[in-house]
């Protein structure tokens, strides 16, 4: 589990710090695939103080899928709605790395 945990934190971890732009898009779109892959692996595990985080999380990077689905349709109201979404999801990567360590018992 916290082999998941682990790769989740640090995909987290660089989202926070990739500022978002054309040239880090593919950065970005492998962080934010990993998160999701690692979420899925981490489904139905006990994830403790981490699992209504992990929900919230999964809510999360949902979002941004189905917004960033529709930068070939509407791209502008599409690049707002995912530079809104991933300045939030920077807002939430703190706490959430946070709890990620208290799971798997990281100073």
């Known amino acids: 589990?916290?082999?998941h945990?682990?790769?989740?934190?640090t995909s987290l971890t660089s989202v926070t710090h990739?500022?978002?732009?054309?040239?880090?898009a593919g950065q970005l779109s492998r962080d934010l695939a990993n998160i999701q892959?690692?979420?899925?692996?981490?489904?139905?595990e006990n994830l403790g103080s981490f699992s209504a985080q992990a929900k919230e999380?999964?809510?999360?990077?949902?979002?941004?899928?189905?917004?960033?689905?529709?930068l070939t349709t509407n791209p502008t109201k599409a690049a707002k709605s995912l530079?809104?979404?991933i300045a939030t999801l920077k807002t939430k990567?703190?706490?959430?790395?946070?709890?990620?360590?208290k799971v798997c018992h990281v100073t």
């Open 18 to 24: 990739v500022k978002v732009s054309a040239s880090s």
């Open 57 to 70: 999380l999964t809510a999360d990077i949902n979002k941004i899928k189905k917004d960033a689905a529709e």
């Open 37 to 44: 892959a690692q979420l899925t692996a981490l489904k139905g």
């Open 5 to 9: 945990i682990n790769s989740l934190r």
């Open 93 to 101: 990567a703190g706490p959430m790395v946070v709890q990620m360590k």
């Open 1 to 3: 589990m916290c082999v």
């Open 83 to 85: 530079t809104t979404d």
